[in-house]
């Protein structure tokens, strides 16, 4: 029979009566006969407690270090999960990410899976026991301990449903699954029933929180379908998979906003071959992703060139940006942190025209002045006031009428 | 250059500012150039803590899953420790018990050590590295963890000097090393400067809690000096090695006293072969230690037979005696715990006489009643009413006149 993979995160276990709560749903999955693997995240707030406590004993607290830290947290929440079931008779074992087979690169704090050796997990299952597997962390060659970074429970979680070819990847989460829009902002967004793996990528690339793009990307290359849902209640979420009906749904498939975005533009640069090269190759090398990228029209020889970074990596990107005036013979370097971008998403844009213009128009009806604008495929990304998100979303969530259901 | 390994308890580990003073003295001592491995237990109550959350989720949670959750508290600080050491700009790394390379069979929460693969610590050494290592941790051939039981961290540090050819492993601890009696009972008592394998080995089994017995007895094995010190001050400790001037030093070294104590008394069986061994059997088979055994000479063809075991194994113990009576042919069952042992301790004693008379003596005259009486080649206990503890150790203290000085 088909293996379930089930991933639970850190606020569905903050405490011992969340903990026994989700023991008792994973317990229910298992009398229906399915063998299942248990993904967990650390409990509630405990990575923030133990990097807090590291801060404590050193500033700059070595990476190598910090994994074998952090990786306790998601240790102490798998065994307490395999205790739990095993108190209300089940048979239950917890295995750490290297007990569980996750091999990972030494990149410490964001490592990346190379391979899954699934034969201590098909062993446990085929002793009929739940296996309960700490999420968010690997092994390396050389046995050390790693962390796979942000979204990395997901990560555990989809790569070992890959491997074990699994029928399905639940991701439970504290909301009912995906929405059209952030329902804080937009009352009246609808929780989608399905959504295509590159729709669902967009969209957490453009600020939707509900699941990581990594994980999502790792679920679209290996065909694993994934179900978002919460913990909380018994609501049957949204599942993300291959594409459908593309052609007959020609729609808009949500919205998606981000405010933690940093504007950095390099003044007055000579418009020559290689400079965005030369701007953008230190950013890659100190892992800052560079998100929409403008470069203005060539005014006399010159021109503007500007794009955004994560308001985190802000500081560090002046850093590397600064310097370079000279090299660039750039006239200045002027950041902003007001700003937000507003997207709309859905694999039905690519053949049918007119999205931009409705998009545009409908922005501009409610005042909405754009910075910048940035496509793909599938999206259209507006750059606006961080003041006016609010009016944004909610003029595109009516505009491209996404209360109503789908077909 | 000759390794130095140093094991650090939980209460020299206990916040931040302790962590800060350890790696203080770990520098001080790597400054000397010899190469340190630091074994480090979990921060102050952090075991009792877990054990705590464990049992919010299962009464009596399963071993193999405790000893994972366990060994995240040894993970903690060694990760802070080495953490911290960096901070201080030494090179620094930690490692787990697994990757130091601690083998162990699969007897969860009491695992035994069965081999060291000290590969991993000789690379981090040799890379000029102060190697921080979990304590009281282990890894089956299955990988899956283990802890080592009471003295766990004592024994990694043992085991590690010993598979490392250790110049010394130093024990550090909360008191000045091992005295000649517990202060708390004898303000006299005086810290020995050395003592032998087999000697201390008798004091920690008969209640000296500085060294767990089983961490001695390694260190005997493998002939590791070992030095007890405190790690708040700069004292020199107490040096336990092989035997030297025996002959010379026919002295009683020390007093161990041990409230920890029950007794049982199987009344009225019949005296004939292998009464003993149908009583004690089943109690082996529990792991549960005897202690004193002493059989009462035959009246009437009938004997009383009494022993004691630790107080909390005695509920245990009668639940495994008890249906044996008919078997036995006992006529009752009795037990007791306001008794307590007290012994005099000396590799002086086994060829020289008159210790005994003399131990009986002093205790009768502070009207001490003796209830049982044992002895080994370099040790006599004595059990008594556990009132009268004080009074014992005070008198038997004095009379081998133990607050003088060594030759």
Same mark, same amino acid.
């Given at each position: ?16 009566? %969340? #903990?026994? +709560? &989700? ?12 063998? !299942? /693997? $248990? *993904? ?71 490592? %990346? #899976?190379? +391979? &899954? ?12 026991? !739940? /296996? $309960? *597997? ?75 929180? &509900? ?15 994934? *179900? ?92 590397? *940006? ?86």
């Amino acid at each position: 029979m088909e293996i379930l993979v089930q991933k639970y995160g850190g606020s569905s276990l903050a405490n011992a009566d %969340r #903990i026994r +709560a &989700v023991a008792r749903r994973v317990a229910a999955s298992r009398d229906s006969g399915r063998p !299942i /693997v $248990v *993904v967990v995240s650390a409990m509630g707030d405990t990575t923030d407690d133990l990097i807090e406590l590291a801060q404590q004993l050193a500033e700059d607290p070595d990476d190598r270090e910090l994994d074998l830290l952090l990786s306790t947290g998601e240790m102490i929440s798998c065994t307490l999960m395999a205790m739990t079931l095993r108190h209300m008779g089940h048979e239950a074992i917890s295995l750490t990410g290297a007990q569980a087979g996750i091999r990972t690169d030494s990149s410490h704090r964001r490592a %990346r #899976i190379v +391979a &899954v050796d699934p034969s201590r997990v098909h062993r446990e299952l085929a002793a009929g026991r !739940i /296996v $309960v *597997v700490a999420g968010f962390q690997g092994i390396t060659e050389e046995f050390d301990i790693t962390t796979l970074g942000r979204g990395g429970s997901d990560t555990t979680a989809v790569a070992l449903a890959a491997i074990l070819h699994a029928r399905t990847c639940e991701i439970y989460t504290d909301v009912d699954g995906v929405y059209t829009a952030d329902p804080r902002i937009e009352p009246r967004a609808r929780k989608l029933d399905e959504i295509s793996y590159e729709e669902m990528l967009e969209l957490a690339q453009q600020g939707a929180k &509900v699941m990581h793009p990594r994980a999502v990307e790792l679920g679209s290359v290996y065909g694993v379908p994934i *179900v978002v849902r919460s913990s909380f209640n018994e609501n049957p979420g949204t599942l993300i998979h291959g594409e459908t009906a593309m052609e007959i749904r020609n729609k808009v498939r949500g919205i998606a906003h981000d405010t933690d975005v940093a504007k950095v533009t390099v003044v007055g640069v000579p418009d020559r071959p290689g400079i965005a090269a030369s701007l953008f190759r230190p950013l890659a090398d100190a892992n800052i992703s560079v998100d929409v990228i403008v470069q203005n029209a060539s005014i006399q020889g010159t021109t503007d060139l500007s794009f955004t970074v994560a308001r985190s990596d802000l500081n560090r990107t002046l850093r590397l *940006v600064q310097p370079l005036t000279g090299e660039l013979q750039a006239a200045d370097i002027v950041s902003s942190t007001d700003l937000a971008k507003v997207s709309i998403v859905g694999t039905g844009m690519q053949h049918a025209p007119g999205y931009a213009a409705r998009m545009f128009k409908a922005l501009a009806d409610r005042n909405v002045n754009i910075d910048m604008i940035t496509t793909s495929e599938i999206r259209i990304t507006c750059l606006i006031d961080a003041q006016q998100v609010s009016d944004a979303v909610q003029a595109l969530h009516e505009t491209f009428q996404l209360d109503k259901a789908d077909l």
